[in-house]
């Protein structure tokens, strides 16, 4: 299926030739009388709808390379769009909109985009922030009514051909920016070609065994895109892609229930929350066998919670980055039987080995650019330090970053290895397990202190929902700050005698005596899970 692809927007086509009646993507929308209704598309209609709206933006002036500014909401043409723009040949730039305000008009004047398709709330909020939309020369809305010089990209479209000839990438052409979510400084713009998004989903394709039968619940709305290529039927839920921490969960259910899907993939903010639900419910989900959860590292417990619900499958916890994704894979069945109890004793989270056509090594953790393979540090089994990784979908650089590029990359003839920018050890069967963000790691009085060892000893207290080791911003003393289950901040002395023996009791807590507590802790805004630990130590700044 893959050999003869160039253009990502071919495997829709593949699909709907193989396929045609069959239902290709979905969208959960509530009845007025209860309960929900779910219009679909099939694989044809997929294919020709992307072919209408290829001819649509191409007749509106948009060009092959021209960089597309896009910001869509998750509805029935989401994926329509953005495989129009493969098929067109033009570079659809992602940038999350719930990005820290500065950085988010930074990177839009960095990219300098030639177009913007956007919902017509973000046509009013380019009008009064002009001078960052100033490059932009074509402006197109998906909504009806909004003019503020747009155009729609509906107008019209039941009458254009639904045929279109998709342009013929070569190596070096890029399909897509994907801006990092910004969780250790400024976000950067990841160079996509179409040969990345074809590997991806080729490895996901292989990694969990996917098939046409296989249904999608994409918790995540870009994950749809792999599953559709793969020709499965994707149902897009009900809920806020842009604040999975806030999603109902009954709702959720109801979605994956009534498709019957069998893949679910998204934050584990999403699924902590559904977990939750059904064991108070005492509902199970018979219909799923792989529920997939990225973005941070998941816990034990959650794991556990999903070995009560998913009677016919198990979780999964991918480990990548936007730059390399993805790199290995863990089982929640496996972790349930082999490596929780070493994640408690602070070795760090084991998150398995690596996928299809992946390496990886771990190097002696530098800051200092590194020019080639030659000049590394690789450590032997359990020696902590820098995770390094090459394969067919590694990105090769970041958009108009020649300095983040020259330090993420390692140059090793024709390959290239990314530097992840964590920390963990390989054990003697090849496993990854992995210890934190390098940037995260708290040097103190000639020791490191690695965040997922530290955190895995306070997160055990029945009291404690979750832990972050920060440098304390005054004296660089590692310091635990802890967000209790009760959103107690004054800690008081039994608790504190909780915390210190639970230090004495561990080789890798020893000397940590430092705790404050926050009411709640400040997450990223992509997958509302990872802490935001800058923020966090400016919160106990001023605290005694």
């Not at 996509?192 to 039968?213: C, R, V």
Request: with cysteine; proline share 5%.
């Amino acid at each position: 299926m893959f050999d003869k692809i160039k253009n990502i927007s071919e495997l829709i086509t593949y699909q709907a030739k193989k396929f045609p009646d069959k239902t290709s993507i979905a969208l959960a929308k509530k009845k007025m009388t209860g309960g929900y209704k779910y219009p679909s598309y099939t694989f044809t209609q997929l294919d020709k709808r992307i072919n209408k709206i290829s001819n649509r933006l191409s007749n509106l002036g948009v060009k092959p390379s021209d960089k597309v500014l896009f910001f869509v909401k998750p509805n029935l043409d989401f994926s329509a769009i953005t495989f129009a723009l493969f098929r067109l040949g033009a570079t659809t730039v992602f940038i999350d909109p719930g990005m820290k305000k500065e950085y988010f008009l930074e990177a839009i004047e960095e990219v300098k985009p030639d177009v913007l398709i956007g919902i017509p709330r973000v046509h009013i909020f380019r009008h009064f922030k002009a001078k960052y939309f100033a490059n932009i020369k074509l402006f197109i809305t998906t909504g009806k009514f909004l003019n503020l010089k747009s155009h729609s990209i509906y107008k019209g479209l039941k009458k254009l051909d639904d045929n279109f000839n998709a342009f013929k990438p070569d190596t070096n052409s890029l399909a897509a920016i994907l801006y990092t979510s910004g969780g250790t400084g400024k976000p950067k713009g990841v160079c996509y070609t179409h040969n990345t998004f074809i590997h991806q989903t080729k490895i996901l394709q292989k990694e969990f065994d996917l098939t046409s039968n296989d249904v999608d619940i994409p918790g995540f709305p870009l994950f749809s895109f792999f599953t559709l290529a793969l020709g499965m039927k994707s149902c897009i839920p009900d809920m806020d892609a842009a604040r999975p921490g806030e999603c109902d969960p009954s709702l959720l259910y109801r979605n994956i229930t009534d498709n019957q899907a069998t893949f679910a993939a998204g934050s584990p903010a999403i699924w902590e929350r559904l977990a939750d639900y059904c064991l108070k419910q005492n509902l199970t989900l018979p219909s799923i066998k792989r529920m997939t959860m990225f973005g941070a590292p998941v816990t034990v417990d959650l794991h556990q919670k999903f070995s009560n619900i998913l009677p016919n499958g198990t979780t999964y916890t991918p480990y990548g980055a936007t730059e390399c994704l993805p790199v290995t894979n863990n089982s929640g069945e496996y972790i349930l039987k082999n490596t929780w109890r070493n994640t408690n004793n602070g070795d760090g989270v084991c998150v398995g080995k690596p996928m299809l056509g992946i390496k990886l090594k771990i190097i002696k953790s530098s800051d200092d650019l590194i020019s080639s393979l030659k000049h590394v540090q690789v450590l032997a089994p359990f020696g902590i330090g820098e995770i390094i990784v090459t394969g067919p979908n590694v990105t090769e650089s970041y958009y108009e970053n020649e300095r983040a590029t020259i330090l993420a990359k390692i140059r090793d003839g024709n390959n290239i290895w990314h530097r992840m920018g964590d920390v963990g050890y390989l054990d003697e069967q090849g496993l990854l397990w992995f210890c934190g963000r390098k940037a995260h790691v708290v040097s103190y009085q000639n020791q490191f202190f690695y965040p997922i060892q530290i955190e895995a000893i306070y997160n055990q207290h029945p009291k404690v929902k979750r832990s972050a080791l920060v440098a304390h911003p005054k004296t660089g003393v590692p310091t635990v700050v802890i967000e209790r289950h009760d959103r107690v901040t004054d800690l008081n002395d039994l608790f504190l005698m909780d915390m210190r023996n639970l230090s004495q009791n561990n080789k890798f807590t020893k000397t940590i005596k430092n705790f404050f507590a926050v009411n709640d802790f400040p997450v990223d805004t992509r997958h509302n899970i990872k802490i935001d630990r800058i923020k966090l130590a400016e919160m106990i700044k001023e605290l005694r």
